[in-house]
């Protein structure tokens, strides 16, 4: 996020093999009382490569979101689809129905969009091996080009005001 969006306010509440259940935990706290500008997550994959339909893991995001909305009534919320890696393309359908099953479920939560992403990352049909640093997470070129799909959903959907509200005003945690 720092490399990809300079200048960016981020929190991050993500951790390394972590689970929704891990990330639901940490996405709802906030050392502030001042609601976030936007909520931009990736989340699920891990849930799938443990053996979790693409269906049931949906369903606990969808989850999440209703939280995250309750929360934060009027912040945009964006989730991000399942990005195609060498070492989880076993997963690739169950990954594809996450990613329809996500759509549908939260196309009724207001300000809540899915960002569908990952096109950049596929060569000849299968995720290009040389944009990862191992064979699930990106390198710095993989990172670049998967934000290119986020940058531009976050600029159709927020207002100008709104991104500019996302800059660092304190040091990120």
Known sequence: MDRD?????????????????????????????VAPAAL????GENDIAFGASGIATAQKVARLVGEMRVKWPS??????????????????NEQLRYNNAIARLIRVVNNAKVI??????IRN???DSALYADTIHLNTEGYALWSIDIREAI?????LRRIASCQNKAQPS
């Open 5 to 33: 969006f300079p200048g960016w306010q981020v929190h991050r509440r993500g951790i390394d093999g972590a689970r929704i259940s891990q990330i639901a935990a940490r996405a709802l706290r906030t050392n502030s009382e």
């Open 40 to 43: 931009l997550f990736y989340v």
């Open 75 to 92: 912040v945009p919320i964006f989730v991000i689809s399942m990005k195609p890696s060498p070492e989880r393309w076993p997963q690739r």
């Open 116 to 121: 569908n992403s990952g096109r950049y990352l």
């Open 125 to 127: 049909g299968r995720p």
């Open 155 to 159: 600029n159709r959907s927020m207002s």
